[in-house]
């Protein structure tokens, strides 16, 4: 069974810092594309970060120069490190696996509130 379970989520002040990370298991995790998407009430979800298996990252120009998405692959574990937040940055953050052929999956989200 495939589970990719978030966390680090929470309240900061606008300026502040959060690292998310998401632990993926029933997947062989070094050939999965990894992303970080978010959704803010009353908004369609969108793509924040993307690192592909080789490394390769793409970010949204929202959080370009202030998120950095990177991997371990010997812990299964993909991180979002969030750096001088505001406050349209809150949303809940989903984590997602995707390769093909193989499929894609979802994490359950994690809160982020950027708020004074």
């Known amino acids: 069974q495939v589970q990719l379970v978030e966390s680090g989520g929470g309240l900061v002040q606008p300026g502040g810092s959060l690292r998310l990370s998401c632990v993926a298991s029933?997947?062989?995790?070094?050939?999965?594309?990894m992303s970080w998407y978010r959704q803010a009430p009353g908004k369609e979800r969108e793509l924040v970060a993307v690192?592909?298996?080789?490394?390769?990252?793409n970010y949204a120009d929202s959080v370009k120069g202030r998120f950095t998405i990177s991997r371990d692959n010997a812990k299964n574990t993909v991180y979002l490190q969030m750096n001088s937040l505001k406050p349209e940055d809150t949303a809940v953050y989903y984590c997602n696996a995707h390769r093909v052929y193989y499929g894609t999956y979802w994490g359950q989200g994690t809160q982020v509130t950027v708020s004074s």
């Open positions: 029933g997947i062989i995790f070094s050939i999965y594309t």
């Open positions: 690192i592909f298996n080789a490394g390769m990252t």
